[in-house]
């Protein structure tokens, strides 16, 4: 049996905060632009497979290839890390400081890696800019000004909106991430993580490094969004929302409740003397 038990995952958990602390700067820039990228080209593989079939669901069923990537290869994503970096500052082994610097590194390296392989699919997608979008050129436009311009005509409704479905998703993503700490084997990963991952996108959430590729991809071919747009209406409430989301409901939810803690009967009882041999 490859199955770990809750109890373990929650420990794996406060060790993964643990070494993603420990990195150095430049470890954590490569890692997180990998990330972006990879979820970029997920994100696009869905697109197409949409587009293609006339079905999104479809899109949701291909688009966690690029979580399982992302955790194969032990790679830095910022909405995972919303929910794991603070456990070891829960536990007083790690600053408040330390937290925002490796959150800060990881987001820049996410939106790095998401521009960089937005811009070349633009490349792609309109033969350098000489053709029109269209099919999936056409879809990015078309969700950039969804996420942008449809909360802003709503206003303050469309800002809560923003933040709340962002909260949804990352509770969805870190509970993928967790489970996949649930087994030990290549396969049994894939398929843990597959059904949260499937449950956020299917229902249209809000993911900040997603957002990080379709918006300003978008905006590259077209759509009438700002950066100021993008980032008022979208990534700054949107990744507000996925750390709230990732860290309540799962990473802080399985901490308190599954975290080792020593009775009371343990910290009273004395230690036992050593029995020596004859």
Same mark, same amino acid.
């Given at each position: ?21 420990? %990195? ?40 966690? @290839? ?17 929910? &794991?970096?603070? %456990? ?11 937290? &925002? ?15 960089? $392989? ?32 449809? $909360? ?25 991430? @967790? ?30 490094? @997603? ?20 980032? %008022? ?46």
């Amino acid at each position: 049996m490859d199955y770990v038990q809750p109890a373990d995952v929650a420990c794996a958990m406060v060790e993964t905060g643990r070494r993603k602390l420990a %990195l150095v700067p430049s470890d954590i820039l490569i890692r997180s632009m990998l990330s972006g990228a990879i979820l970029g080209i997920a994100t696009s593989l869905a697109l197409t497979g949409a587009v293609q079939t006339g079905q999104p669901f479809v899109g949701a069923l291909v688009f966690p @290839v690029g979580i399982g990537i992302i955790v194969l290869l032990g790679l830095e994503l910022i909405t995972g890390s919303f929910a &794991l970096v603070p %456990l070891p500052w829960l536990d007083r082994e790690a600053s408040a400081g330390a937290v &925002l610097a490796n959150w800060g590194w990881v987001f820049i390296g996410n939106l790095i890696g998401a521009l960089a $392989y937005g811009a070349l699919l633009a490349v792609v997608l309109t033969n350098m800019g000489t053709a029109p979008p269209t099919g999936v050129a056409a879809r990015i436009v078309q969700i950039a000004e969804a996420k942008t311009l449809a $909360y802003s005509a709503i206003g303050f409704a469309g800002m809560v909106t923003a933040f709340v479905k962002a909260m949804l998703c990352n509770w969805m993503v870190c509970l993928a991430l @967790v489970l996949a700490m649930t087994t030990t084997s290549t396969v049994g990963k894939l398929a843990a993580l597959w059904m949260p991952i499937f449950m956020f996108f299917a229902q249209g959430f809000e993911h900040s490094v @997603v957002n990080m590729f379709i918006i300003p991809t978008g905006m590259m071919m077209g759509a009438k969004v700002t950066v100021g747009q993008w980032w %008022l209406w979208n990534q700054i409430p949107v990744t507000l929302g996925n750390l709230v989301g990732g860290f309540t409901f799962t990473g802080l939810a399985i901490y308190m409740t599954y975290k080792p803690k020593l009775s009371s009967t343990d910290v009273l009882a004395p230690t036992p003397a050593p029995v020596l041999a004859e």
